[in-house]
């Protein structure tokens, strides 16, 4: 188990900033891959960005968006910049034993948290 727990999210005007924190329970956090995903209402969860070793990032943050990772800290930080009416959504946390830009391939999840960006 990896227990994970967001914080961060909150309602910004467009063409803000906000970070997003994920912490991880357990002395295994080095060897996950770590993800960020993001579902709107009436949509399919999606991939953001994930990091282990490198990061990856969908098409639609890339450049407006950083992942990183505290080892020391179990932590992932997701900073969110330009933020755009369509970022809004709920933002989940997600663990995975490789480097993964697939839902599926993740085993465990937090409880999300929300973000709602303003015209």
């Known amino acids: 188990q990896v227990p994970l727990v967001e914080s961060g999210g909150g309602l910004v005007q467009a063409g803000g900033s906000l970070r997003l924190s994920c912490a991880a329970s357990g002395r295994t956090f080095n060897n996950y891959g770590m993800g960020w995903f993001r579902q709107a209402p009436g949509k399919e969860r999606e991939f953001v960005a994930a990091?282990?070793?490198?990061?990856y990032y969908a098409d639609s943050v890339k450049g407006r968006f950083a992942i990183s990772r505290d080892n020391a800290k179990n932590t992932v930080y997701l900073q969110m910049n330009s933020l755009k009416p369509e970022d809004t959504a709920v933002y989940y946390c997600?663990?995975?034993?490789?480097?993964?830009?697939?839902?599926?391939?993740?085993?465990?999840w937090g409880q999300g948290t929300q973000v709602t960006v303003s015209s």
């Open positions: 997600a663990a995975s034993t490789k480097l993964s830009t697939r839902r599926d391939e993740y085993d465990y």
């Open positions: 990091i282990r070793w490198i990061s």
